[in-house]
C-alpha cells in the first residue's frame, strides 16, 4: 500500500511569493495534519483537516491555509513567503482524529 | 502551548548496548507515541501507547506510558547501526487534536 505522498519533495522561492504544497494520505485515511519542522527541532503543528473541515490551527499566522479535497488530499498554501518560512513541511494522515499519525518524507521548502 | 521535553538530546553508544530515553510534559497526555526520524525523510511511527502503565514492544524496541501520564519512556535493546537518527516523543492531550512532539533525541551507534 501506498503511504503520504507528498509533492514536490523540494521547492525554492523568493520572498514575498506565494507556494502550494500537496498531500495524498493513505487510502481510507481521513485525517490529514500538516506540520513545519525547522531543522534541529520537532514537528509544529500547522493545521488539520478531518472529512473536509479544519478540526486544529497551530499558532501560525494567517498567511498560512490549507484545504481539504473529497477525496481526502490536502494542500497547504502559504502567502507572502519570509525567510523563516524555510523549513520541512510534513503532512501526516490518520485514520481518525485521535489515531496515529502516519507521515510522508516531507517538501523542503528554501526561501531566499 | 505543550512543551515536551526529551532527554538525552544526544546519545553515542556502542553497538550492543542497550539505550534509554525519556519524554516529560507539562500536562497531562491521553496518547504518546514514538518516531524515529532518519535524514531526508519524514518520522515514522514506531510505537503507539494509550493507556497509562502501558508497556509496549515493537521488536527490540520498547515504550512505556508514564503512571502519572506526563510522561512517557523508549528502550531499545542491543542497538545496531541502522538504530541510528533522531527519535521524536509526541502526545495528544484529552482536549483538541494536535500532537505536539519533543525536541528530539540524536542517537548515534558505533559499531
Known amino acids: 500500500d501506498a503511504g503520504v505522498t507528498q509533492s514536490p519533495t523540494h521547492l525554492i522561492k523568493t520572498r514575498g511569493q506565494h507556494v502550494t504544497l500537496r498531500c495524498s494520505p493513505i487510502?481510507?485515511?481521513?485525517?490529514v495534519s500538516w506540520y513545519q519542522q525547522v531543522l534541529g527541532q520537532g514537528p509544529q503543528f500547522i493545521f488539520q483537516?478531518?472529512?473536509?473541515?479544519?478540526?486544529g490551527r497551530g499558532n501560525f499566522p494567517d498567511r498560512f491555509s490549507a484545504r481539504q479535497f473529497p477525496n481526502y488530499s490536502s494542500e497547504l498554501n502559504v502567502n507572502a513567503l519570509l525567510l523563516g518560512d524555510s523549513a520541512l513541511y510534513l503532512c501526516?494522515?490518520?485514520?481518525?482524529?485521535?489515531?496515529?499519525?502516519?507521515f510522508g518524507n516531507g517538501t523542503r521548502l528554501t526561501v531566499t | 502551548g505543550q512543551q515536551l521535553n526529551q532527554s538525552p538530546q544526544s546519545m553515542f553508544i556502542q553497538e550492543g548496548e542497550d539505550v534509554s530515553m525519556n519524554c516529560t510534559s507539562s500536562?497531562?497526555?491521553?496518547?504518546w507515541l514514538w518516531y524515529k526520524q532518519d535524514p531526508g525523510e519524514g518520522p515514522v511511527l514506531l510505537i503507539a501507547?494509550?493507556?497509562?502503565?502501558e508497556l509496549t514492544s515493537n521488536g527490540r524496541l520498547t515504550a512505556q506510558f508514564g503512571i502519572t501520564r506526563k510522561d512517557s519512556f523508549l528502550n531499545i535493546s542491543a542497538s545496531i547501526p541502522s538504530d541510528v537518527g533522531i527519535y521524536f516523543c509526541?502526545?495528544?492531550?484529552?482536549?483538541?487534536?494536535?500532537?505536539?512532539f519533543g525536541t528530539g533525541t540524536s542517537l548515534t551507534v558505533i559499531p
Open positions: 501526516a494522515s490518520s485514520l481518525e482524529r485521535h489515531s496515529p499519525l502516519h
Open positions: 487510502s481510507g485515511h481521513k485525517s
Open positions: 483537516y478531518y472529512e473536509k473541515e479544519e478540526r
Open positions: 500536562s497531562i497526555f491521553n496518547t
Open positions: 501507547l494509550y493507556k497509562a502503565g
Open positions: 509526541a502526545g495528544q492531550p484529552y482536549t483538541g487534536n494536535q500532537f505536539y
